[in-house]
């Protein structure tokens, strides 16, 4: 049974800060990995999704990584903003196709001015 | 142009009250999923529908219902409403084939009971 868990539960930083979110999955057997966000009493944004044949994803400031053998991936922020602050959430793809999301109770960030 | 919409985004009600939530997306998707955000924040699957399918139920207490009257509607029952169901319900999409799988999420419907 899949399990994901991300540490830190919590990061404050201040801005301009480079930083790292952590998420690990105990089955390297994932199809796909995907990052969200959640503002606070709002949905989920997808930020990023990795494939299980790829390393890194890139998207502006976020660069997602990930290692299915050691069962991690991270979320690396550049030059954090204060319009960063929110949960990020990791979530495991059990399988192919049509297969729900396993996620992880989040890390809640906070970028201070 | 809202991918993946969600109503209500609040609801309140009483214990022992049936309710329920609608979801719908325009992205063309097969698969379809119920997710529950509880107190804590932790998100779990109840359901997923593939192609108006129910395809997996996680041992969700079968007062919760869902129905797919086509690929691009899901929606969710609840009958006999407990203070435990209590939560933010999240419904979302995907295409449902391949590996590249990524899911779309609705704004969340907050539920509470009293």
Request: proline share 5%; glycine share 8%.
């Amino acid at each position: 049974k899949q399990e994901v868990t991300q540490i830190p539960a919590a990061l404050s930083v201040p801005e301009g800060e480079n930083l790292v979110l952590n998420c690990s999955f105990t089955d390297s057997a994932i199809y796909n990995l995907q990052w969200f966000r959640q503002d606070p009493g709002k949905g989920l944004t997808s930020l990023l999704l990795i494939q299980s044949s790829q390393r890194e994803q890139t998207s502006g400031r976020l660069n997602a990584s990930l290692d299915k053998s050691s069962g991690r991936s991270t979320l690396y922020i550049a030059a954090s903003q204060p319009g960063d602050s929110a949960t990020y959430l990791c979530a495991a793809a059990r399988g192919s196709g049509n297969t729900p999301l396993v996620f992880g109770k989040g890390t809640r960030l906070s970028v201070i001015a | 142009d809202t991918a993946v919409s969600q109503t209500p985004k609040y609801l309140v009600t009483q214990m022992g009250n049936d309710k329920s939530i609608k979801c719908e997306q325009n992205l063309g998707h097969d698969t379809m999923y119920w997710y529950k955000q509880d107190s804590k924040k932790f998100l779990k699957i109840m359901f997923s529908y593939n192609n108006k399918e129910l395809i997996i139920n996680e041992t969700v207490p079968n007062r919760f219902s869902p129905k797919s009257p086509d690929k691009a509607h899901l929606n969710l029952h609840i009958n006999s409403l407990e203070l435990g169901d209590s939560a933010v319900y999240f419904c979302a999409s995907n295409p449902g084939l391949g590996n590249y799988n990524e899911q779309f999420f609705g704004p969340g419907t907050r539920l509470t009971v009293l």
